[in-house]
């Protein structure tokens, strides 16, 4: 059974940073790429990062290069997102997901203001 569970989420003040966690079971999971999701107030869920099964390849959403990383450590069975000065706009409930599998986790809150 694939479970997901997100963390790391938090009231941060604009300009600042976070670094959230998604640790995967029910799945191997250092054969599978790996993606983060976002969901802001209102608006769909829109698809954040990709990361390759080993960690070779990244991509992310135009708007957000050079302030987000993502990353991996299949060892521990957890993919990361990095997010560095943060913006009132990407508050949002963060999902992690397995590229292959339909389901999501219970989602981390991330909420920036001063």
């Known amino acids: 059974q694939v479970q997901l569970v997100e963390s790391g989420g938090g009231l941060v003040q604009p300009g600042g940073s976070l670094r959230l966690s998604c640790v995967a079971s029910g799945f191997t999971f250092s054969m599978y790429s790996m993606r983060w999701y976002r969901q802001a107030p209102e608006k769909e869920r829109e698809w954040v990062a990709h990361?390759?099964?080993?960690?070779?390849?990244?991509n992310y959403a135009d708007s957000l290069k050079g302030r987000f990383t993502i990353s991996r450590d299949n060892a521990k069975n957890t993919v990361y997102l990095q997010m560095n000065n943060l913006k009132p706009e990407d508050t949002a409930v963060y999902y992690c997901?397995?590229?292959?599998?339909?389901?999501w986790g219970q989602g981390t809150q991330v909420t920036v203001s001063s």
């Open positions: 990361i390759g099964n080993d960690g070779s390849i990244t």
């Open positions: 997901k397995a590229t292959i599998f339909s389901q």
